[in-house]
């Protein structure tokens, strides 16, 4: 691709950086559901909001029945005040599925109706001088944590005095640094690295002046990281749904922080084959970084849009990412190409021209193989009646 083609990454990367700083558990989303809507706004790009605040833009095409959506969450993981204890200090509730390892030493903001108070998560046994190596044998569990407060309190009531009550939202510092090299590391990548390229390839399309071939609607949902996400939020009559999200780098994962990952497979089960492969032929076309990798841990937003029970194709698209869940980093290779991959998805014809949601074609069912492809074993296997008669002949 040349130059002029490529995605504007300096954007991506500010917009990127300004997301990080607003906190947004599931559950406390208003702030970044308007920053995302500013942005829409300056770039003429025409959207709703649903009830719960789920953002659903359209870029017009030339065909707008069927058509497609993408989809990136904007919600994070979290915490919410789970009991306020009798020594002042908070016990914390997950909002999302991740561990306490990751929440231990964290600064945090505890967000009342009475105001914003900071604090840092500890575990029970906080201290070395106090504790020695019994500080070890702690376990990993939300229930050896707290959360200390940045106000004078020895007791529940001076804590409630200040306002905080059970059931208020706890977000994580993000620590962002974009290193020279090209690395980005902070909390809350998982997704807000996924929603801003998927700005950036908006305002690709917008800039380009370029009429799509079918209406695309961008999706920014709220809920994914508990497990609703996308349910509920397609009005149109969608075909095809591509989900934005974060990909494990691990071992045992294909994935790597410098390319776009396709996922085959999540917990959920597979994904569509003639969409996935799609996306494929345009990675190979485009000359694209991609990998493909099966996530077994793991939900999204296209998965949820099937689940609530909209017939369409899905698939999943991902930036690699080291320490999901955790502090996590991705590279700027990754971001590129998956931005790159949104890019062309968006300006390619439909997967089929034909794919009415009530009539689809019976030829759109034939195509998983090839036609030289063997289906049936090599070896024979000998006639019933040579089998019965042998019995019969032992007899």
Not at 62 to 75: C, G, M, V, Y
Request: with cysteine.
């Amino acid at each position: 691709m040349h130059n002029e083609h490529l995605p504007d990454m300096q954007y991506l990367q500010q917009v990127l950086l300004e997301m990080l700083a607003i906190p947004c558990p599931t559950g406390f989303t208003d702030g970044i559901v308007r920053y995302v809507a500013e942005h829409l706004d300056q770039m003429g790009v025409a959207y709703e909001l649903t009830r719960r605040g789920t953002i659903r833009a359209t870029l017009p095409g030339r065909q707008n029945s069927p058509d497609r959506a993408i989809a990136s969450h904007l919600d994070t993981v979290g915490a919410m005040v789970g009991e306020i204890k009798d020594n002042g200090r908070l016990k914390l509730a997950p909002v999302g599925c991740w561990s306490s390892r990751f929440a231990e030493g964290s600064r945090v903001s505890v967000f009342t109706e009475s105001g914003c108070f900071r604090g840092s998560v500890l575990p029970l046994m906080a201290s070395g001088h106090a504790f020695n190596t019994e500080v070890d044998t702690l376990p990993v569990s939300w229930d050896t944590i707290e959360l200390r407060l940045d106000i004078p309190t020895g007791s529940r009531a001076d804590t409630e005095r200040h306002g905080v009550g059970v059931g208020d939202f706890v977000a994580f510092d993000p620590l962002p640094e974009f290193t020279s090299n090209g690395f980005i590391s902070a909390r809350h990548l998982d997704n807000k690295a996924g929603a801003a390229a998927m700005l950036t390839a908006i305002k690709y399309v917008v800039d380009s002046g370029r009429t799509l071939p079918m209406d695309c609607h961008p999706l920014f949902t709220i809920t994914e990281e508990t497990g609703s996400g996308a349910a509920g939020a397609l009005p149109w009559d969608v075909s095809e749904f591509v989900g934005v999200d974060i990909a494990p780098v691990a071992p045992g994962q294909s994935s790597t922080e410098h390319a776009v990952t396709l996922c085959m497979q999540d917990s959920s089960g597979p994904y569509d084959y003639h969409l996935s492969r799609h996306l494929l032929r345009l990675c190979q076309r485009d000359e694209i970084p991609v990998r493909r990798d099966l996530f077994r841990y793991y939900h999204s937003d296209a998965e949820s849009a099937v689940r609530s029970g909209n017939d369409t194709r899905v698939a999943l698209i991902a930036f690699g990412t080291d320490a999901t869940h955790g502090y996590e980093r991705t590279h700027r290779d990754s971001l590129e190409a998956l931005t790159r991959l949104l890019i062309a998805y968006v300006f390619s014809p439909p997967v089929f021209e034909h794919d009415d949601r009530d009539n689809a074609p019976l030829e759109h069912f034939h195509l998983q193989t090839d036609a030289d492809m063997p289906l049936s074993s090599e070896t024979p296997l000998p006639p019933l009646e040579k089998i019965f008669a042998c019995g019969n002949d032992e007899n």
